[in-house]
Antibody
């Protein structure tokens, strides 16, 4: 059974760096083809894909946020970490991590999401 | 890169069928059979309903079906039920070297 859970601060101040952790079970990020992605959703707005890391440490980022994002993995801990620098109130959103099966392009399992508010 | 275009809202009565469109370009929807659809109820995480344009994950009702023509993909829900009321998002793989996928703006389905 695949599960994912996001964790991190619920409130950050403008200009600060956000660090979110996705802790998962039921699969290994060392398995060929597996990926874990991050997606966010501002309140009342649409989903926005942020980043994806593959089993082989290949990484993809949203072009509009690439300069602010870093995605890493710790295979031994079954964790993926997303950092976003220079946070702004417009970054207030629910942040989700999700699992990608080998040889697919969709996310089949999602975490419950974590709401991050950016405010002074 | 712009999001995929979906209607903001659609509605239907119980038992009816509705279709939600998702329009992209030849670099995403039109170029690959990698369109997926997600259902999201308020306060919940998205749930995969359709992948690779037409495929349903195990456990998803066969009332949900997907198709594609050119740069536009569609999600059809037949035999509408009250529990189908939710937001629906399409997404597509994209050929941009730096991008991986893009989502649509979402469609609010109301069951009258």
């Amino acid at each position: 059974q695949i599960t994912l859970k996001e964790s991190g601060p619920t409130l950050v101040k403008p200009t600060q760096t956000l660090t979110l952790t996705c802790t998962f079970s039921g699969f290994s990020l060392s398995t060929s083809g597996v990926g874990v992605g991050w997606i966010r959703q501002p309140p009342g707005k649409a989903l926005e894909w942020l980043a994806l890391i593959y089993w082989d440490d290949d990484k993809r980022y949203s072009p509009s946020l690439k300069s602010r994002l870093t995605i890493t993995k710790d295979t031994s801990k079954n964790q993926v970490v997303l950092t976003m620098t220079n946070m702004d109130p417009v970054d207030t959103a629910t942040y989700y991590c999700a699992h990608r099966r080998p040889s697919t392009t969709h996310f089949d399992y999602w975490g419950q999401g974590t709401l991050v508010t950016v405010s002074s | 890169q712009s999001a995929l275009t979906q209607p903001a809202s659609v509605s239907g009565s119980p038992g009816q069928s509705i279709t939600i469109s998702c329009t992209g370009t030849s670099s995403d929807v039109g170029g690959y059979n990698y369109v997926s659809w997600y259902q999201q109820h308020p306060g919940k995480a998205p749930k995969l309903m359709i992948y690779d344009v037409t495929n349903r994950p195990s456990g998803v009702s066969n009332r949900f079906s997907g198709s594609k023509s050119g740069n536009t993909a569609s999600l059809t829900i037949s035999g509408l039920q009250a529990e189908d009321e939710a937001d629906y998002y399409c997404s597509s793989y994209t050929s941009s070297s730096t991008l991986y996928m893009i989502f649509g703006g979402g469609t609010k389905l109301t069951v009258l």
